[in-house]
């Protein structure tokens, strides 16, 4: 009887012992997922945690998109500061150290235009199609460059019209004639973006077809806008970056105040919508 109840007395201990190992174990179990639960939610783990795959690879394509735009902005600053040196400048400008930063201006908005051209055209080369791209803004954008270029280009080489442009702004009792603001990178630029406008509609014939995609209805009214206005369908509503804008009507303000007649920026009315 004795014996028995020993038995069960240690028996009832070893499982108490058991018992209580046991139950220490969950609260230690159950304290350690509190603390990690905690931490997981502490604002300090977002910091310290490792980024995910995806989220890593979302920081290296901004950070090489970035040095991308560097690279390309330091480019265009050297490529205008060059072209500005090369190319010939405005003689009809009083001050030579005007005629060099003017150059150099207007060639630098040249390139950070121009270059705005070509992503949509390679990336149609890319694709091989030309979805999502606007036919009625391609046809309008090249007609736009053409009245353009038109204007630039006899307004820096006609003979005829920079004669009645002198005589029709020139100040009466006033010796000093004005010259027309219009500048060989005005005309470089105008030619420039024919040329790309040109061959972005190109791509949609030749990727796509016209007769699949063929302009709208509208067209005409448009069209007939912008013979009258040609800065109104110009790249600036898309494509336009901001600096070749500022640098664009820095260079206008630029002349006109080296030459002391402000007739030059009512004279040259396209060259101030491009730029806005």
């Not at 990690?36 to 490792?50: C, G, I, K, R, Y």
């Not at 630029?189 to 061959?199: L, P, Q, R, Y």
Request: hydrophobic share 35%; charged share 15%; proline share 4%.
């Amino acid at each position: 009887m004795n014996i028995t109840t020993n038995k069960i007395g240690v028996n009832s201990g070893i499982t108490s012992r058991h018992s209580s190992s046991s139950n220490e174990d969950i609260d230690h179990q159950n304290n350690h997922i509190v603390k990690a639960d905690a931490e997981a939610h502490h604002p300090l783990s977002l910091v310290n945690a490792a980024p995910s795959p995806s989220t890593k690879k979302s920081i290296d394509s901004v950070q090489s998109s970035s040095s991308k735009f560097t690279k390309v902005s330091v480019g265009i600053l050297t490529g205008g500061i060059l072209l500005g040196l090369v190319l010939p400048k405005n003689q009809t400008l009083p001050s030579q150290s005007w005629q060099l930063l003017s150059n150099v201006i207007g060639y630098t908005y040249f390139l950070a235009w121009s270059t705005s051209f070509y992503p949509q055209i390679l990336l149609n080369y890319e694709r091989r199609t030309t979805q999502g791209l606007s036919v009625d803004f391609c046809v309008l954008n090249v007609l736009g460059y053409v009245c353009y270029t038109t204007y630039c280009v006899n307004f820096y080489f006609n003979p005829n019209i920079i004669k009645e442009y002198s005589e029709r702004m020139s100040v009466a009792g006033d010796d000093a004639t004005a010259q027309i603001t219009v500048q060989g990178n005005d005309v470089a630029f105008a030619i420039h973006a024919v040329i790309m406008a040109t061959t972005t509609l190109s791509q949609i014939g030749m990727y796509d077809g016209f007769t699949v995609r063929p302009p709208s209805r509208r067209r005409n009214v448009a069209i007939e806008r912008t013979c009258r206005f040609p800065w109104l369908s110009l790249r600036a509503w898309e494509y336009k970056n901001l600096t070749g804008g500022v640098l664009s009507f820095l260079q206008l303000i630029g002349d006109c105040a080296d030459m002391k007649d402000w007739s030059g920026l009512t004279g040259n009315p396209a060259k101030i919508m491009l730029s806005i």
